[in-house]
């Protein structure tokens, strides 16, 4: 029987008041974890612990950093267009040296919503805090469900996403108000919406290392489930 490979998930954490006691706890949204099982991987969690970064890689074959809801940005962290207030700063943190420690590695990586914003912006991108507050009609980006498309995505041709997807455009869920506009110097845009934000991004030269502002976790489509599976396929090689 062949191995499935070990994907580590990176979690959210909230503070809980309806515990007993009120604490914080780390959590995941199951998609992911399905996800990745449906796609052929064994899900680990990997709670926020920047000195224990190495040892986490040492013990996995590919690494999917997750979204989840929040605004993360964080002053004198990354470039950002935006005053709001940093939240979620542990988790930023620890995902981004995750990711750089990843890259170095040549670690098979998927990067989806608030991870490949972070993607984005370690590797030299920045990030635009409230989209509708640019362009009014990007508020659309914000859609109402995970679990129901909202726009197509125009997929760049000759990218590793066109090659493993093969698709040109396809449609895809959408739920963010924070987006990217352009790529970090070291990566490229692999995918576009039809109105200006870019909604994939990709490391050249990596193993796998490909970041989307949708969340193709949800397997809405052939091509989301061709990039999974792709995913599973690098993290295993």
């Avoid at 995941?28 to 399905?34: I, K, L, S």
């Amino acid at each position: 029987m062949n191995k499935r490979p070990v994907i580590g998930v990176t979690p959210d954490i909230e503070f809980c008041p309806e515990g007993s006691p009120p604490r914080d706890f780390y959590f995941v949204d199951a998609r992911n974890v399905d996800g990745l099982r449906e796609a052929g991987a064994t899900a680990v969690l990997l709670p926020h612990e920047a000195d224990d970064i190495d040892a986490y890689l040492n013990l996995l074959d590919g690494l999917l950093v997750t979204g989840g809801g929040y605004q993360f940005q964080v002053p004198g962290l990354f470039r950002h267009d935006g005053t709001e207030p940093p939240e979620k700063e542990r988790r930023t943190r620890f995902e981004a040296a995750l990711l750089r420690r990843a890259i170095e590695r040549d670690l098979a990586v998927l990067a989806v919503c608030g991870g490949f914003q972070t993607l984005n912006m370690v590797t030299g991108g920045d990030l635009v805090v409230t989209l509708g507050d640019v362009r009014a009609e990007w508020s659309r980006h914000s859609g109402p469900s995970y679990t129901q498309t909202v726009h197509p995505v125009q997929v760049v041709p000759g990218t590793r996403l066109a090659a493993v997807t093969g698709a040109s455009s396809f449609d895809v869920n959408t739920r963010h108000r924070q987006g990217v506009l352009a790529a970090g110097a070291g990566a490229v845009v692999s995918a576009w919406s039809d109105d200006g934000v870019v909604e994939a991004i990709e490391v050249p030269g990596q193993r796998f290392c490909i970041g989307t502002q949708w969340h193709p976790e949800f397997l809405l489509s052939e091509p989301e489930r061709r990039l999974m599976q792709a995913f599973v396929r690098a993290s295993a090689a």
